[in-house]
């Protein structure tokens, strides 16, 4: 149950069954059922440049079974000019794809979800070597434009989420084809359908995407917004949200030592390719990059954020609108300081133990030797759905975890903190005690209507640690009307 308690005199408050009515009904209304099922995941890939991509698509094997996987598209190796020759690299992928297979008998030990190899082969396809505009238009479609297409032509609700690790040409070329072929009504059902996310624009397609179908859903990570219209602005690259991966906060996080005992060695064949040097500088430790990794870390379903509301953050980042549809990098203030790459590395312990104990499932097959994420319950709500409540000024508001439980039987420590960046309320609620099961505030006077967002935190006390998160958003109407 919902518990919201008024601390308005009883000539103003609503009465109690009313009010525990109305909000019942308003997060029915607003968690759609979809946020339970499996994300539909596109990616394309320069795989075959820097090593940072097959850093990402062997952690993508270990959370595998969060996604249904429909795509693995191998695009124009590198970005332009780092390479001696215009090549794809579908080899590199089922290299992967086939070490993840030899693992996937103890994976599915730990989580059932885990698709086989076989499926992930079929989606494996090849791009145009050529990722120039010239190489855009009739007489070039591919194997990878073909099966965009497909995928979101099949009879599915859910939307198709695609990230883009490198070149934008697969996914321009499927738009024009669709372009040329339908109607204007048809074009628009087939965009109303994709959500992008992209790793900056390594190429002329991505802003020729942003040009030609300015309705399209695209979050950009770039520090350099207007790069999308053609005219590039001094902006320091490094600043980009999705660098947070590897730069900022805890970088041992990111070192050789930290790869190797928790990835490359004894954990299997799939952690046995991890490259262990990657090309860009400045890195503190030119080992773990994965520059890519928050494209689809910002589709994943696990309770803290929500890929069609980019403003609110996450693993994946944080993001200001820009215009229509189109969204790029926002900043979060963390540990004194103001930074884009904050919004991602203020979750890196949490997601660097997290892909530790997945690559720990790839090499053990016994699950009482592993450690497993706890299940967490908001207001008795078991989904991973984002809790959202109507409120009043003054409102006694009561947050509460209880049924929440680790498969392991580990004990489970609880914190919930005010994330105030996506909500942009003007004073902060005071949460008191923010260490217990059940958290219970008064909601701050405003004048106009403002959204709290309370992120719970439930840490288990297994080896590595892992975390598992729920977010309640708490929209409270202005004294004005």
């Given at each position: 149950?919902?518990?919201?308690?008024?601390?308005?005199?009883?000539?103003?408050?609503?009465?109690?069954?009313?009010?525990?009515?109305?909000?019942?009904?308003?997060?029915?209304?607003?968690?759609?059922?979809?946020?339970?099922?499996?994300?539909?995941l596109?990616?394309?890939?320069?795989?075959?440049?820097?090593?940072?991509?097959?850093q990402s698509?062997?952690?993508?094997?270990?959370?595998?079974?969060?996604f249904?996987?429909?795509?693995?598209?191998?695009?124009?190796?590198?970005?332009?000019?780092?390479?001696?020759?215009?090549?794809?690299?579908?080899?590199?992928?089922?290299?992967?794809?086939?070490?993840?297979?030899?693992?996937?008998?103890?994976?599915?030990?730990?989580?059932?979800?885990?698709?086989?190899?076989?499926?992930?082969?079929?989606?494996?396809?090849?791009?145009?070597?050529?990722?120039?505009?010239?190489?855009?238009?009739?007489?070039?479609?591919?194997?990878?434009?073909?099966?965009?297409?497909?995928?979101?032509?099949?009879?599915?609700?859910?939307?198709?989420n695609?990230?883009?690790?490198?070149?934008?040409?697969?996914?321009?070329?499927?738009?024009?084809?669709?372009?040329?072929?339908?109607?204007?009504a048809?074009?628009?059902?087939?965009?109303?359908?994709?959500?992008?996310?992209?790793?900056?624009?390594?190429?002329?397609?991505?802003?020729?995407?942003?040009?030609?179908?300015?309705?399209?859903?695209?979050?950009?990570?770039?520090?350099?917004?207007?790069?999308?219209?053609?005219?590039?602005?001094?902006?320091?690259?490094?600043?980009?949200v999705?660098?947070?991966?590897?730069?900022?906060?805890?970088?041992?996080?990111?070192?050789?030592?930290?790869?190797?005992?928790?990835?490359?060695?004894?954990?299997?064949?799939?952690?046995?390719?991890?490259?262990?040097?990657?090309?860009?500088?400045?890195?503190?430790?030119s080992?773990?990059?994965?520059?890519?990794?928050?494209?689809?870390?910002y589709?994943?379903?696990?309770?803290?954020?929500?890929?069609?509301?980019?403003?609110?953050?996450?693993?994946?980042?944080?993001?200001?609108?820009?215009?229509?549809?189109?969204?790029?990098?926002?900043e979060?203030?963390?540990?004194?300081a103001?930074?884009?790459?904050?919004?991602?590395?203020?979750?890196?312990?949490?997601?660097?133990?997290?892909?530790?104990?997945?690559?720990?499932?790839?090499?053990?097959?016994?699950?009482?030797?592993?450690?497993?994420?706890?299940?967490?319950?908001?207001?008795?709500?078991?989904?991973?759905?984002?809790?959202?409540?109507?409120?009043?000024?003054?409102?006694?508001?009561?947050?509460?975890?209880?049924?929440?439980?680790?498969?392991?039987?580990?004990?489970?420590?609880?914190?919930?903190?005010?994330?105030?960046?996506?909500?942009?309320?003007?004073?902060?609620?005071?949460?008191?005690?923010?260490?217990?099961?059940?958290?219970?505030?008064?909601?701050?006077?405003?004048?106009?209507?403002?959204?709290?967002?309370?992120?719970?935190?439930?840490?288990?006390?297994?080896?590595?640690?892992?975390?598992?998160?729920?977010?309640?958003?708490?929209?409270?109407?202005?004294?004005?009307?």
């Amino acid at each position: 149950m919902f518990h919201y308690e008024s601390a308005q005199p009883p000539a103003v408050a609503m009465p109690q069954t009313m009010r525990l009515l109305s909000l019942l009904i308003f997060v029915s209304a607003i968690a759609p059922a979809a946020q339970d099922q499996k994300p539909r995941l596109i990616v394309l890939t320069d795989i075959g440049g820097d090593p940072d991509d097959q850093q990402s698509m062997i952690r993508l094997m270990a959370w595998s079974n969060e996604f249904d996987i429909e795509a693995l598209i191998a695009s124009a190796s590198g970005t332009p000019g780092e390479l001696r020759e215009n090549v794809v690299r579908p080899d590199l992928i089922r290299e992967i794809v086939q070490a993840y297979g030899k693992c996937r008998p103890n994976f599915v030990r730990h989580s059932p979800g885990y698709p086989t190899a076989e499926r992930l082969l079929e989606a494996v396809k090849s791009g145009d070597p050529d990722r120039s505009l010239r190489a855009l238009g009739e007489g070039h479609d591919t194997e990878g434009s073909r099966w965009i297409i497909s995928v979101v032509d099949r009879p599915d609700p859910r939307p198709v989420n695609v990230a883009i690790w490198g070149g934008a040409h697969e996914l321009a070329q499927a738009l024009w084809r669709v372009r040329a072929d339908r109607s204007p009504a048809d074009v628009a059902r087939f965009l109303s359908r994709l959500r992008i996310h992209s790793i900056d624009h390594q190429d002329e397609t991505g802003p020729w995407i942003l040009r030609n179908f300015p309705s399209l859903f695209f979050v950009l990570s770039t520090s350099n917004p207007d790069k999308s219209l053609g005219v590039p602005l001094p902006r320091d690259k490094r600043l980009s949200v999705y660098r947070g991966m590897y730069l900022g906060g805890d970088e041992s996080l990111t070192s050789r030592e930290w790869i190797d005992t928790h990835v490359r060695f004894g954990h299997g064949p799939l952690g046995a390719l991890y490259p262990a040097k990657t090309w860009t500088a400045p890195n503190p430790h030119s080992a773990l990059k994965e520059g890519d990794t928050p494209s689809w870390f910002y589709f994943l379903a696990h309770g803290l954020s929500d890929p069609e509301r980019p403003e609110w953050g996450g693993w994946g980042g944080r993001f200001k609108r820009a215009r229509d549809n189109y969204f790029n990098d926002a900043e979060d203030f963390v540990d004194g300081a103001r930074d884009a790459r904050a919004t991602v590395w203020r979750w890196r312990p949490a997601f660097q133990n997290e892909f530790a104990a997945r690559m720990d499932w790839c090499a053990t097959p016994d699950p009482r030797k592993a450690n497993h994420k706890p299940a967490v319950t908001l207001n008795g709500d078991k989904s991973l759905r984002i809790v959202q409540l109507d409120a009043r000024p003054r409102d006694r508001i009561r947050l509460s975890a209880a049924g929440s439980s680790d498969p392991d039987g580990d004990a489970l420590n609880y914190r919930w903190f005010y994330y105030p960046e996506p909500g942009g309320a003007s004073e902060a609620p005071d949460l008191g005690d923010t260490t217990k099961a059940e958290l219970t505030f008064v909601a701050p006077p405003t004048q106009a209507t403002a959204e709290y967002h309370i992120v719970l935190e439930v840490k288990d006390g297994g080896s590595p640690p892992l975390t598992s998160y729920r977010r309640a958003v708490i929209r409270v109407a202005g004294s004005k009307r």
